[in-house]
């Protein structure tokens, strides 16, 4: 869910002004607008079609073309996640679980068996009740305030019987009235999308069990891209020095009787090569995981990374004991990144670490004052970090509206 949108709807970041001049509130008027006719479609769908092929069961007919209903739906669901991503900015991956590769009776089975399938018809079937909600509010205040509006410019135009705009004064008032209902409208808009994106990420975005099922494969695919990583900085790094070392020593022993001075230019080039090595191995294997948070923990290791922020960085670490390698790592590499972004993106002057046990959690905060405007996006670094929590059944959550500031906070569960 955007956690910038849940922030920002009560009153907005920088009032109502923010509402109305933010793209995202009027790249998702268009979608409420005609949501009706998309709920009707679908509702047509799931009720109708589902009638038709229930009372054909008699015959053969009736299995395929429930089958066929089962598959359409399907796919309304995904292209309602794709609208969903593009009206309101809340990205839903597609939560089915793995097609078999062959046999019908399987993919039939695939098909029932998949949580999701059932989740996308119970999406589907509120559609209508909640596209009417949304068709309804947004064109009687759109229709209200563009009334009001031409009100205070056409002369002829009444309020009832009592009151015409045909003076100045009443003029203003209809005006004045007209761009309060377009604020309302803007505030409608974002309340309707907050409403609409949490639902869609309920329902088509899968259940937990499924999402921490992704979160652990990307995780995964992650530590498998990291280790392909690891492997090519050695074969393009230390592999080359090291060679070039023994082709230097090799030449070293064979001029060893003949002719001493160049064997003790060679024995300085593989002394140097020798020393290009181990640092080229300590870079790697800090990369790896620090030294430091091994030999010293994550005050040391995060005192560290705040030194070399481009700003001050206020660290507190609170952890009493040690707590297991693994939520260590994660935490340290939490910490790591999200300092990263804030020096390359956030534009802060201020920023603080905080990482302390709440019961039998590492909680981890990264704050900073800058522009915001951070998100979970798939395949970013903070992506990554989420999914990489998850291993451990952490939760990483971001929030950053734009303007600032950005926090980001994980927990981590451990035992000590």
Same mark, same amino acid.
């Given at each position: 869910?955007?956690?910038?949108? #849940?922030?920002?709807?009560?009153?907005?970041?920088?009032?109502?002004?923010?509402?109305?001049?933010?793209?995202?509130?009027?790249?998702?008027?268009?979608?409420?607008?005609?949501?009706?006719?998309?709920g009707?479609?679908?509702?047509?769908?799931?009720?109708?079609?589902?009638?038709?092929?229930?009372?054909?069961?008699?015959?053969?007919?009736?299995?395929?073309?429930? !089958?066929?209903i089962?598959?359409?739906?399907?796919?309304a669901?995904?292209?309602?996640r794709?609208?969903?991503?593009?009206?309101?900015?809340?990205?839903?991956?597609?939560?089915?679980?793995?097609r078999?590769?062959?046999?019908?009776?399987?993919?039939?089975?695939w098909?029932?068996?998949?949580?999701?399938?059932?989740?996308d018809?119970g999406?589907?079937?509120?559609?209508?009740?909640?596209?009417?909600?949304?068709?309804?509010?947004?064109?009687?205040?759109?229709?209200?305030?563009?009334?009001?509006?031409?009100?205070?410019?056409?002369?002829?135009?009444?309020?009832?019987t009592?009151?015409?705009?045909?003076?100045?004064?009443?003029?203003?008032?209809?005006?004045?009235a007209?761009?309060a209902?377009?604020?309302l409208?803007?505030?409608?808009?974002?309340?309707? %999308? !907050?409403?609409?994106?949490?639902?869609?990420a309920?329902l088509?975005?899968?259940?937990?069990?499924?999402?921490?099922?992704?979160?652990?494969?990307?995780?995964?695919?992650?530590a498998?891209?990291?280790?392909?990583?690891?492997?090519?900085?050695?074969?393009?790094?230390?592999?080359?020095?090291?060679? %070039?070392?023994?082709?230097?020593?090799?030449r070293?022993?064979?001029?060893?009787?003949?002719?001493?001075?160049q064997?003790?230019e060679?024995?300085?080039?593989?002394h140097?090569?020798? #020393?290009?090595?181990?640092?080229?191995?300590?870079?790697?294997?800090?990369?790896?995981?620090?030294?430091?948070l091994?030999?010293?923990?994550?005050?040391?290791?995060?005192?560290?990374?705040?030194?070399?922020?481009?700003?001050?960085?206020?660290?507190?670490?609170e952890?009493?004991?040690?707590?297991?390698?693994?939520v260590? %790592?994660?935490?340290?590499?939490?910490?790591?990144?999200?300092?990263?972004?804030?020096?390359?993106?956030?534009?802060?002057?201020?920023?603080?670490?905080?990482?302390? #046990?709440?019961?039998?959690?590492?909680?981890v905060?990264?704050?900073?004052?800058?522009?915001?405007g951070?998100?979970?996006?798939?395949?970013?670094?903070?992506?990554?970090l989420?999914?990489?929590?998850?291993?451990?059944?952490g939760?990483l959550?971001?929030?950053?509206?734009?303007?600032?500031p950005?926090?980001v #906070?994980a927990?981590?569960?451990?035992?000590?």
């Amino acid at each position: 869910m955007d956690e910038a949108l #849940r922030e920002r709807v009560p009153f907005g970041a920088n009032g109502p002004i923010g509402v109305l001049v933010d793209p995202r509130t009027w790249r998702a008027l268009p979608y409420l607008m005609v949501s009706a006719a998309f709920g009707l479609a679908w509702s047509l769908l799931v009720v109708f079609g589902g009638t038709i092929s229930l009372a054909m069961m008699a015959v053969w007919i009736g299995f395929p073309l429930a !089958l066929a209903i089962m598959v359409a739906w399907r796919g309304a669901a995904m292209l309602e996640r794709r609208m969903v991503r593009l009206a309101f900015g809340v990205k839903i991956a597609d939560p089915y679980r793995r097609r078999p590769e062959r046999g019908l009776f399987n993919h039939l089975r695939w098909l029932l068996k998949d949580p999701a399938t059932w989740r996308d018809l119970g999406y589907l079937a509120l559609m209508a009740p909640v596209s009417l909600l949304e068709f309804v509010v947004v064109w009687v205040l759109g229709a209200v305030a563009l009334g009001l509006i031409s009100a205070s410019f056409t002369a002829e135009f009444r309020f009832g019987t009592e009151m015409a705009a045909d003076t100045l004064p009443v003029r203003m008032l209809a005006m004045l009235a007209g761009l309060a209902m377009v604020v309302l409208l803007a505030y409608a808009v974002r309340g309707l %999308s !907050l409403l609409h994106g949490t639902l869609a990420a309920a329902l088509l975005g899968g259940g937990e069990e499924e999402r921490l099922r992704a979160s652990r494969a990307r995780g995964i695919d992650a530590a498998e891209a990291e280790r392909r990583r690891i492997e090519r900085d050695l074969h393009d790094g230390a592999q080359l020095l090291l060679l %070039s070392v023994a082709m230097d020593l090799g030449r070293a022993r064979t001029k060893l009787d003949d002719d001493p001075e160049q064997v003790k230019e060679l024995l300085e080039q593989a002394h140097t090569g020798t #020393r290009a090595a181990i640092a080229e191995l300590r870079d790697l294997a800090r990369g790896i995981h620090p030294a430091i948070l091994t030999d010293r923990g994550l005050d040391a290791a995060l005192s560290a990374l705040a030194a070399r922020a481009p700003i001050g960085v206020d660290t507190v670490v609170e952890l009493g004991d040690r707590p297991p390698a693994a939520v260590e %790592s994660i935490a340290y590499y939490i910490v790591a990144e999200s300092l990263a972004n804030m020096a390359k993106h956030a534009v802060a002057t201020e920023a603080s670490v905080r990482v302390a #046990r709440q019961g039998q959690q590492v909680v981890v905060e990264v704050w900073d004052n800058g522009i915001g405007g951070a998100s979970l996006e798939q395949g970013g670094g903070l992506a990554g970090l989420a999914d990489r929590a998850a291993t451990i059944d952490g939760v990483l959550v971001v929030s950053s509206p734009v303007g600032g500031p950005t926090l980001v #906070r994980a927990d981590l569960p451990c035992a000590w």
